[in-house]
């Protein structure tokens, strides 16, 4: 079965300081995976995907995220935060791009300090 | 362009009612599928609508029940509502493709508190 591990329920950084987010995730088959936003009393944004083409994932507002098959990871990152960053953020996975199932983690939320 | 709409935004039931949930999808979608986002939680699938008819479903009791229209717009109904049922209800949208799914756009959700 496949599942995603975000570990840290809650990251704090100062403003301009660098973002990381820790998606671990587990699936007997090549896993395509996702990063989604959630704003207060809002939906869920896309960030970004992996579909098994590049490793290095670009998305929107300056984040980015690495798949690493040997450590069973998608972290995502961004260089520099900014207040606007704060929100819920959810690592997903599913199996195939043919299925709208996705698992989700438990996500993390990120405070952003000036 | 319209993105995913959802109706209504906030809904307030007791335990043992009935409730109906509606969403319409993104321009152009054919696909619908539905989460429930307890609170302090991830979304989890309900299930998915393609083609009017129900493709996979999530682990949820037979109480979840949906249903598509010909204009692609759904529907999720819930029986018989427990205090667990309260919740964000999302919908999410997507293009169905000779090579799979396009992304998915989720609605700003219905908020359901169950009293």
């Known amino acids: 079965a496949q599942s995603v591990t975000q570990l840290g329920s809650h990251v704090s950084v100062s403003e301009g300081a660098l973002v990381l987010l820790r998606c671990n995730y587990s699936s007997s088959v090549p896993p395509y995976l996702f990063w989604y936003v959630q704003y207060p009393n809002q939906g869920l944004q896309l960030l970004l995907k992996?579909?098994?083409?590049?490793?290095l994932v670009k998305g929107i507002n300056g984040f980015e995220a690495e798949f690493k098959k040997s450590e069973t990871s998608f972290h995502l990152t961004k260089p520099s935060a900014h207040m606007s960053d704060a929100a819920e953020y959810f690592c997903?996975?599913?199996?195939?791009?043919?299925?709208?199932?996705?698992?989700f983690g438990t996500g993390t939320r990120l405070q952003v300090f000036p | 362009d319209a993105g995913v709409t959802q109706s209504p935004t906030h809904l307030i039931k007791t335990r043992g009612q009935q409730v109906t949930l509606r969403c319409s999808p993104k321009s152009g979608h054919d696909t619908v599928s539905w989460y429930q986002q307890a609170l302090g939680q991830g979304p989890q699938f309900i299930f998915q609508y393609y083609e009017e008819e129900e493709r996979q479903r999530g682990n949820f009791p037979d109480r979840f029940s949906g249903h598509q229209f010909p204009n692609y717009s759904s529907e999720l109904n819930v029986n018989a509502l427990l205090l667990g049922d309260s919740a964000l209800y999302l919908c999410?949208?997507?293009?169905?493709?000779?090579?799979?799914?396009?992304?998915?756009?989720f609605g700003p959700g219905t908020r359901l508190l169950v009293l």
């Open positions: 999410a949208s997507s293009l169905a493709t000779s090579g799979g799914r396009e992304t998915q756009y």
């Open positions: 997903a996975v599913t199996l195939s791009y043919n299925t709208d199932k996705l698992i």
């Open positions: 992996y579909t098994s083409a590049a490793t």
